[in-house]
């Protein structure tokens, strides 16, 4: 017999309790690809150091090998990922593995069986260059003089996403050095090349362009642009590198780390080394300190390295799983030191996004501890919603709790996208010409607005009293209809996928004072019944952002489980409705022993690869041939919050019991 829905949040709540940290903070950890701990190796080979580390990342690397020789996006994938396999595959030999190894004879065979290297993507193609594989005239030029670039020119830097534009400025600089760091034993990995290292075109582009495209155009400029840096004839390059690594050190983070994010700080470290900075420059050494207590975890006796960490985003969680649970600030030493933490962290200094919003103070959050650049809309939007219900009863903290709102608040109205909805950093970060240029081949270089930030910012405006009538909030209610799919189904961008979408529309609707009982809303609710599994449960596939058959389908996860449950209960079903109770049945029933839940699949995404950062129709039958890319989601980024398990399915037990 199944535990009732009370004795499992009573379980859920205690454990939750005993993973706070001394600090007042939540946080789980943030897995995603083999590629972040082969580039630390690789990163350390070409700084000249030993990572501390380095015998346990190694280890985390064997483990995650698929039986077939490959390393794969995400678990379960149905295919293994040229660019993770090259990439590990090179890390383990510059770390001096022999290549008869087993493990590494199986990752080469399978590179041998699937193309070779001629296909991986560009940033692969920049770690081969920097081991002297790739020739570096051979890829994209991302020249330093981008930092000059007006606000008004399409280019600009503060055009392209936060984590393009963060890693676009220390990769500029290591673009026009072109340094190389030979594997001394390892040579040029000769052995990956069984036709011979030099019968490889190595000038073939990731993605044929069409004749007469704007892909051929910047192909042509690219082309260019390698020639003048080779006869060193672009003016002022040394200027440019300085104006690049000043733009660097004032963007470094607190912690040492670069906008909270993998990418710009490894190659933050390895531009600063490469310009004469030593190991010991306060810089250098605090970015390399970084990468010890908070961004790396222990697992079957391997070290594996976070490519993001999300304490705020998961402290804030965790705060709302309490509060929709019953307890108090005042009955709840806990949630007190989680709200303080909360409070300390809010952004009150301008960062990059002020560059293109003029006239907004910040009051936002960011999902790092240290980050305080990138303040993100879906961190405030949560942040707003968790504040508004503990506003009432905040007692001594309630001036900083009211201060707080008021500057958020001010904020979030600031970054709404002129289509009415809310991207995560910045605001109508959309002009798709950048997607066109040749080193914009690796994922997504834009943040254009999406359905599930803009819906968590209705519900947090809904909690704070706001309606369909007020202005802003009928802005984006008409985004969101004109997102919702034929079936009823809106797309996840930021968690897998349309499961997550429609998780957070309807209670961001319902919260607004939507009529639920609307007919889009109802055959959104009908869509999600639908894909009820015989469990009892809800699961989604990453596979599902390539493969339209994969959408609303596969193994039950307790977090997408948990969004499917607050959806229809948002969307009016009866406490008794069969799907609900069998929902709710299939979280009790899956809940471990020590009140936490199992999960091993991904249910976030960093960026589904489609290089434009929104919805595209998966219906193009030559859409694998644009993007380059299957259901492996090879220039795609999922990730695994490790604490989604927990706070959703409280959240949504919560909810139950409440009403």
Known sequence: MNPSIEQT?????????????????????????????????????????????????????FNRQRPDGSWDIYPDAPAGDINSTVEVYAALRAMGEPMDRAELARARAWIHTHGGLKDVRV??????????????????????????????????????AQWARATMVPLAVLCARRPVYPLPEAGKLEELF?????????????????????????????????????????????????LCLEWMIRHQDADGAWGGIQPPWIYGLMALRGEGYGLNHPVVARGLAALGEHWSYERDGGTHIQASESPIWDTLFCLLAMVEAGHTLAETPAMRRALVYILDHQILEPGDWSMNVKGIACGGWAFERANVRYPDVDDTALALLVLAKLRSASGDLRGRVDFAIERALAWVFGMQCANGGWAAFDRDNDKAIISKIPFCNFG????????????????????????GEHPEVAKARAFILAEQEPEGSWFGRWGVNHIYGIGAVLPGLAAIGEDMNAPYVQKAAAWLVGKQNADGGWGESCESYMDADWIGRGASTPSQTAWALMALMAAGLEPAAPPLTRGFEHLCATQRADGTWDEAHYTATGFPGYGVGARIDLRDPLLQEKLGQGSELSRGFMISFNMYRHYFPMIALARRIAG
């Open 9 to 61: 949040l009573a379980r859920a709540t205690t454990w939750l309790l005993g993973a706070q940290k001394p600090e007042g903070y939540w946080v789980g950890m943030v897995e995603s690809n083999s590629c972040i701990e082969a580039q630390w190796l690789l990163c350390s080979h070409i700084l000249g150091i030993d990572l501390p580390i380095k015998a346990g990342v190694m280890q985390a690397l």
């Open 194 to 242: 069984p036709n011979g290292i030099a019968n490889l075109d190595f000038s073939i582009p990731v993605k044929k362009s069409r004749p007469w495209s704007l892909e051929a155009l910047f192909e042509w400029i690219d082309k260019g642009l390698h020639r003048l840096q080779t006869w060193r004839l672009i003016p002022f390059r040394e200027n440019s590198i300085k």
């Open 123 to 160: 940033f692969t193609r920049y770690w081969l260059a920097l081991i002297g594989i790739w020739p570096w005239k051979d890829i994209p030029n991302l020249p330093p003089e981008i930092v000059r670039f007006p606000l008004w020119f399409p280019f600009n830097i503060y055009n392209f």
């Open 444 to 467: 997504e270089a834009l943040d254009p607005p999406s359905v599930d930030v803009t819906a968590h910012v209705l519900e947090a405006l809904g909690a704070l009293g706001m309606r």
